[in-house]
């Protein structure tokens, strides 16, 4: 069975940093092409960030460029978004997504 299970959201200081993780399960993260979204409240959901199969690429929304970085980890079948620099404008539910599947999403808010 698929399954997503993201986890790190949080509150989080402008220029704070935050690590989301998505643990994946009934496919392997390695040959696979896996994204982050978003969607911040009254808007629509949007890509943030794409790594190809085989880490040969990885992708990203001009919004979150520089700063943020998606990753892998294929001993634990893991996606990493780590996000740095954070504004008050990255606060949004993060979705991970891999083809059909979505994650449940986890909550990540700036604010002083």
């Known amino acids: 069975q698929v399954q997503l299970v993201e986890s790190g959201g949080g509150l989080v200081q402008p220029g704070g940093s935050l690590t989301l993780s998505c643990a994946v399960s009934g496919f392997a993260v390695s040959r696979n092409l896996m994204d982050w979204y978003r969607q911040a409240p009254g808007k629509e959901r949007e890509l943030v960030a794409t790594?190809?199969?085989?880490?040969?690429?990885?992708n990203y929304a001009d919004s979150v460029k520089g700063r943020f970085t998606i990753s892998r980890d294929v001993d634990k079948n893991t996606v990493y978004l780590q996000m740095n620099d954070v504004k008050s404008e990255d606060t949004a539910v993060y979705y991970c997504?891999?083809?059909?599947?979505w994650g449940q999403g986890t909550q990540v808010t700036v604010s002083s």
């Open positions: 997504h891999h083809f059909r599947t």
């Open positions: 790594i190809t199969s085989y880490g040969i690429a990885t």
